[in-house]
């Protein structure tokens, strides 16, 4: 019995021990593990994923000027600007729309900046000399420029008379109550 009991008394030390080193193992093993888990777990968030770049605008000029049209008409005036500016690279009359979202912003000389650029680019678009001689009216300056803007756009663009028509009374009348 002695020598069995020597036995187990062996056994168990050894068994301690052995598992006194596994536990070591495993421990170390453990911190190996996380210790590479960090480093994965920051490597991705440091490394940028895959991200898909558009060489090609997939929207035409008109797209984009019929976006920014939409954008502006539900009040979201700096997404139809950027839409218009896109839309501006190819169709010089968006400086008018760019022009109309400045004015909408109180910008006036930006406004007028863009309106003379619609002007210089697309000289046969009267929207642009009707939209300038309103900024001029409704700033109270350039009215004999007004008048004449208002003029060229009628010339232009017959089609809009009453709209042109009603800028050039308003600018008239004005006129008359300044002089």
Not at 36 to 56: D, F, G, M, Q, R
Not at 150 to 172: G, H, W
């Amino acid at each position: 019995m002695g020598k069995n009991r020597f036995l187990d008394t062996l056994n168990s030390t050894r068994m301690k021990e052995n598992r006194r080193k596994a536990g070591k193992k495993r421990s170390v093993d453990s911190f190996i593990q996380l210790f590479c888990l960090i480093l994965v777990t920051l490597c991705i968030a440091s490394c940028s994923l895959p991200k898909i770049i558009v060489l090609e605008d997939p929207l035409s000029p008109e797209e984009h000027l019929n976006l920014g049209v939409t954008y502006e008409m539900n009040g979201e005036l700096d997404n139809a600007l950027e839409e218009y500016k896109k839309a501006s690279k190819s169709l010089p009359l968006a400086y008018t729309y760019i022009g109309n979202i400045y004015y909408q912003k109180g910008e006036f000389k930006k406004a007028e900046n863009y309106y003379k650029k619609s002007i210089k680019k697309e000289p046969s678009f009267a929207d642009a000399y009707n939209n300038l001689a309103w900024l001029y009216y409704t700033e109270k300056k350039n009215l004999n420029k007004a008048e004449a803007l208002v003029i060229k756009a009628l010339q232009l663009n017959p089609s809009k008379q009453d709209v042109y028509q009603d800028t050039l009374e308003k600018i008239r009348e004005l006129k008359k109550t300044t002089q």
